[in-house]
């Protein structure tokens, strides 16, 4: 005999109860026999509750994985006053030993090596949070330094131009292999970087500069226009929707699970964005250059520009980042970079940094995705850690036949109500 027969049933018109004569429903308490876990779906229909649109979108914003609710950007607050604070230092540090470091055409070269690690950062910070990292960013803007360096005399923007739609092109490329193939962007990416090296490599000595421009003119409208992009950036960034969508590529079960259309399509996207980025970054680089352009493998800058988004509070898993915190990190990098060299400490490199930023960059993730998580998520996990596990029901209700409802007596009695058997008689 079956627990949903009618015998442990009764009649929903029988008690004061909604429903019509003949209308059944369960009467066990959820967790009796282990019966009402199962029926959960059932029994919860009938206590629903008012639900928030807040709560809706928390419910439906990702289904199939992640965890609901808002990032918290407290932390990501604190970090960014800390990285102000490390750059008021280090300038400090710098005008102590060089007074003249931050004036006159000192200064308009430290703009414009902002923007250039600037330019390549937001390429950087943006494949970081859409979860597939560009690391073929600093061979790019050395090829582009390079081919801005032999043709420069042609004009700048058409030589920018022919680089920008190079490096866009092989954006596209490797954010189709990426996408389509399902596989992580930082070994896609590899490879373009290796076979940019291969362009590179065909120029065995220094280019030097073609033409006459001078990036310096204009170093602070370059440097205040990259950092209002990012910051502009990293504020749209900070809307649940936006966030969710640019970083739904970042793995939130098994890697090799494809994320669907909209996380395939922003993924590329922002592949082929990071590549033109990069580019502009050469121009800057070969223009402002002092001598003439040498052929290098660019992997510094991608160590610079990676370390910078991440020092900078971007998760090196996606998604999740700050709003100053990759211009911040820029200027430290800049700043600190020139201090080093004042020191005279020139076996501190610029891939010795970015090493060292990477490094540390590291540190902040995990205090990003230690921080920086949804607050109804850690609440979830604290409701599952206090949960009753199923497989204690039966041993732990001592009290499950006294807690049976009553059976009515009347409709038993009618049952074997003598009159139905001798009323023919």
Same mark, same amino acid.
């Given at each position: ?27 066990? +308490? +959820? ?15 009938? @206590? ?23 990032? &918290? ?6 970090w960014e006053i800390l ?15 060089? =007074? ?38 600093? +061979? ?21 131009a022919q680089a920008a739609?190079?490096? $866009? ?6 954010? !189709?292999?990426?996408? !389509? ?20 490599? &065909? ?12 990036? =310096? ?22 809307? @649940? ?12 079960a098994d890697p090799a699970?494809?994320?669907?259309? !909209?996380?395939? $399509?922003? *993924?590329? %996207? ?20 002092? %001598? ?5 493998? %660019? ?11 991440? $020092?900078? %509070? *971007? ?11 990759? !211009? ?20 501190? #490199? ?19 995705? *230690?921080?920086?998580?949804? @607050? ?13 596990? &199923? ?6 209700? #001592? ?27």
């Amino acid at each position: 005999m079956g627990y949903d027969e009618s015998i442990y049933r009764r009649r929903v018109g029988d008690n004061t109860d909604a429903g019509g004569p003949g209308d059944y429903r369960d009467d066990y +308490p +959820p967790g009796d026999f282990g019966v009402g876990e199962l029926r959960a779906s059932e029994t919860t229909d009938t @206590k629903r509750q008012a639900v928030s649109p807040a709560a809706l979108d928390d419910v439906f914003d990702d289904p199939a994985h992640g965890e609901p609710g808002r990032d &918290r950007l407290a932390f990501h607050i604190v970090w960014e006053i800390l990285l102000l604070l490390g750059v008021a230092a280090v300038g400090y540090l710098l005008l102590r030993d060089d =007074s003249g470091a931050l004036r006159g055409n000192a200064l308009e070269q430290l703009l414009v090596a902002g923007a250039a690690l600037g330019l390549i950062a937001m390429g950087a910070g943006l494949t970081l949070r859409a979860g597939a990292v560009n690391l073929a960013l600093g +061979p790019v803007a050395v090829a582009s330094a390079l081919h801005f360096a032999e043709n420069g005399d042609r004009g700048v923007v058409p030589t920018l131009a022919q680089a920008a739609v190079a490096a $866009l092109v092989l954006g596209v490329v490797v954010g !189709v292999v990426v996408v !389509v193939f399902h596989v992580p962007g930082w070994a896609a990416s590899l490879a373009a970087a290796l076979g940019t090296l291969v362009f590179i490599q &065909r120029r065995p000595l220094p280019v030097d500069v073609q033409g006459d421009y001078d990036p =310096s003119n204009h170093a602070l409208y370059l440097f205040v226009g990259v950092a209002v992009v990012a910051v502009l950036g990293g504020l749209l960034g900070t809307v @649940k929707s936006v966030r969710r969508a640019v970083g739904r590529f970042r793995p939130v079960a098994d890697p090799a699970r494809r994320r669907g259309s !909209v996380a395939a $399509l922003l *993924t590329a %996207g922002a592949i082929a964005i990071s590549m033109p980025l990069a580019a502009g970054a050469g121009v800057l680089l070969a223009s402002s250059a002092e %001598g003439p352009v040498a052929p290098a493998s %660019g992997l510094e800058w991608t160590g610079l520009a990676v370390g910078a988004a991440l $020092l900078g %509070g *971007t998760s090196a898993y996606g998604r999740r980042g700050g709003i100053f915190g990759t !211009v911040l990190a820029v200027a430290l990098l800049v700043v600190g970079q020139r201090y080093l060299a004042v020191r005279g400490w020139e076996e501190v #490199t610029p891939a010795a940094l970015g090493a060292g930023a990477i490094a540390l960059g590291l540190l902040v993730t995990r205090l990003v995705e *230690t921080f920086g998580r949804p @607050k109804s998520a850690v609440t979830d996990e604290t409701q599952w850690q206090t949960a009753t596990p &199923r497989g204690n029901t039966l041993g732990d209700r #001592t009290d499950s036949w006294s807690s049976l409802p009553a059976q009515p007596t009347e409709s038993r009695a009618d049952a074997w109500d003598t009159e139905r058997w001798n009323g023919d008689r």
